[in-house]
């Protein structure tokens, strides 16, 4: 096949992507609606729901001599959640996922398309860019339910991706080009791939900081009319999932500073030189370990600190976009 | 190994005490609060007071946060303006485009928003902080190093994870056996009466030494060590040899404690010069640029090299980095009697991906007056009413459009007498007249190679020889970027570290049944900071502990179980 079909098909598999993540998107909105019905009749039912079994301890007695016997034992893990109905996945939301994850292996299928297409790897002009970023942000999310369920993110995850998709297609899109000789290096390669892993990490921590705040907001007493929220875990759960996903996403982003700088080093003779794209790498650096720090400080974590992870995760979104499109410097590979 | 814990760490009676743990500052979140670091009582108004008071203050978790938070939005704004040091062109431009507003922004350093006094009085504070908070943790930490884990609490049973088993193993044993079982694990253990107790993740904290006394390290290097280094530009025409003198460079940045003698000699010459271009969507773009050299140091001879754009070429210490490229016309200047005045290739820099480029020649000596030439190159022209615009970068062969010099004519004074610096690719038009070109009577010149053309008012005559190729490097001394890698590295591990290990404690607890009742034995477990994993830690160790147990009272008294030290 010619370099221009290759790339003509992985433009089809893109729009085939974005089409399937919107239908997952709808279908992950139908569950959060879902989700309020089930929370407003828990509601209605006047019956204050039984909280889950949180005390701590079952009790069961085997005085079997001669055997070690269990008396007291912690009850698993429990995550608390406002209502006891959350553990069970709504077919709405089965389907959403599974089309999550048809709609990836589409969305990897045109990244692998394209990268044949150029000869190299799919991450060298902002369409490209954005391609493997989202693609990178939907794979975060999915193993991210291998350890957590957050599958509740889905809509904000899929209408993130689906947006930013969007975006690149229309506005961004250029053809298959040659490497400009400035970004001909290795560490092009793993600096711009971990800064898009460590994206996928932020915009997962993100979601969940926003949730968190939401959560907060319903746990004293306000949000009213937004019932799904009692069906997501606890605020406090929520944030220490959330900081788990960031503090990932800050080695992902140390890593990616430091890549970058030997780039810079090689290729422009200096590894620091406060280029716009270096600038805002390192604010976004210096915000997340604001976050970390606002974590372990009296009166700064909570909703404090979630509004950190989320204006961290608002610049990297500029610095992704805005950054890219508008500012001038030496890192301009957008390729427009 | 039954020793007591140390005399300055008295456990408190939950095992929580704060003596082993690492030392945080006192508003830390695992912190006690405590006035003076609060502020809730009012320091004794004794200057000592007072500097305590501030110190604390400065050392304290808000403060390195806000601080931080500083940091970051104090760099915003050398994100929003052109910077002198990245880009130097931009604020030239951005002075003429806004002059008013220029002034303003340039009173508050925004220019040079890195090196100005508010963005470095916010680096140096954090530093200054970050000192401050590291030097008694560390001093905690080596001592924490040393010290046994606290010991057992009184009451597990509120502890994360608390499990409780019976057995009929008895209770010393029971005790021996956990104590080898956290032993092997990794965990450092102390035991005290009828109960181990076991403290493990000590890395944690390293690493968050390592990480905080890495930041210092890498501030260190970059601003105190990097200034023995320095930067120059050169331009250099195919055939052109540059030696590594201050004088040789067009431009010369010396860093604060480099001199003269900080310049490893050597000498440079630029051979030939390849650029591959690449046609795609309507549009040149550039492939491949190689900028053959030869290098010579002292007592040796010259050695051939190539130079990219991202690999540098290394002499003694020294990187030469290639920046740009472009033509430089050759012309021989004559004056009315032929004698030549003035010969040789002239860099026209590149105006865009095609390489129109715009260049000036300067004739200080031999006419009757000073001249200069102003204008453009272009490889492969168009013409347009201001001037030639090229359309491909490499050099036309097609006769229709081969590639033109077009330039207009100053007389005048060039301001070269003086012995101030001039830049040379640029005019001061101030003290000159256009005699040639747009919007004077005369038009101005139109070369194409082989051509000359007589200058007005018979002042001479220029004649358009050859083109050559140019490149400009950027010449580099930097000592710091093994160090800088080195740090580098300690930060990411460092990091690692503290994100990922997980610091906890967690005892095993033996409790004699009475008569023929089987022995009690509790586990549990203590976070100490993020842990999320500590209940399955506890609850695999205790299921470890059992079946071990199982396996001592299985095997025949006097035959030690497999696995048991
Ligand atoms: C240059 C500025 C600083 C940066 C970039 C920074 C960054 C970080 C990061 C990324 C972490 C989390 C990883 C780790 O534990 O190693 C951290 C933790 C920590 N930092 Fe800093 N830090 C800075 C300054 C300070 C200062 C001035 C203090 C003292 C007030 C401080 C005290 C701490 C403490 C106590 C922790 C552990 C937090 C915990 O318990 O989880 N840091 N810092």
Redo the contacts between chains.
Sequence with gaps: MTTATLAAYSVVAVYSAMTVYVLAFVAFALDLSKRSAIAQSALASAKAPASLSLATTASSRAEKAGSTAVIDKPAPPAQPTASPTAGRASRFQRTAYALVIVGWTVHLTALILRGLAAGRVPWADLYEFVMTGTAIMIGVFIFIQLWRDVKFLGAYITAIVVLLLGLASVNFYVPVGPLNPALQSAWLVIHVFVATLGTGFFAVGGGLSIAQLLQTRREMGGLARVPFLATFPASEVLENIAYRVIVVGFAFWTFTLMAGAIWAERAWGRYWGWDTKEVWTFIIWVTFAGYIHARATRGWRGSRSAWLAIIGFAAVMFNFTVVNLFFKGLHAYTGL | MASRPRSSATPRDDGTSAAADPL?PS?????T?DDAGAGVTQPRLKLVGYLRFFWRQLTS??T??IL??L??LG??P??LV??R???PN?VVAYQANNPDTFKILDSLGLFS??TSPWFSAIYLLLFISLVGCIIPRLKHHLDALRAQPPKTPARLERLV?????????DAATAVAEARSLLRRQGYRVASYDGSVSAERGYLRETGNLIFHIALVGMLLT?GVFGSYGY?GQRILVQGEAFTNVISDYDSFEPGRFSTESSLQPFQLRLDSFQPTY?F??GGW?????AAHLSTRVPGGSWTEQTL?????VEIGGT?V?LLGNGFAPVVTVKDPNGTVVYAGPVAFLSQDGNLTSSGVIKVPDGLAKQVAFQGFFCPTPVTTPTGCVSISPYLSKDAKALPVLQLSVFTGDLGLDKGVAVNAYALNEDKLTKIAGFRTDVPGLDLHVGDSAELPNGLGSIEFTGIDRFVSV?I?H?PT?AY??LF?ML??GG??LS?FVPRRRVWIKAIPGRGKQ?T?IEYAGLARG?D?TL??A??ELAQRH?QH??GV?DSPPGEPPVGRT
């Design positions: 945080r508003d830390h979140i695992d912190g609060p978790m808000r390195a946060l931080l938070l940091l970051a760099a915003v050398g994100s052109p910077q040091s990245s880009d931009g928003a890195f994870g608390f499990t409780s088993v019976t057995t009929t193993t970059v930067t690449q795609q969507n773009a550039p492939e491949d640029f990219k754009v991202n690999s540098p990187q980095y950027d580099h930097d970027p800088a890698l580098a930060i990411l990091l690692l994100l089987p009690r993020e999320p209940a399955r506890v609850a059992q147990l199982d009272r």
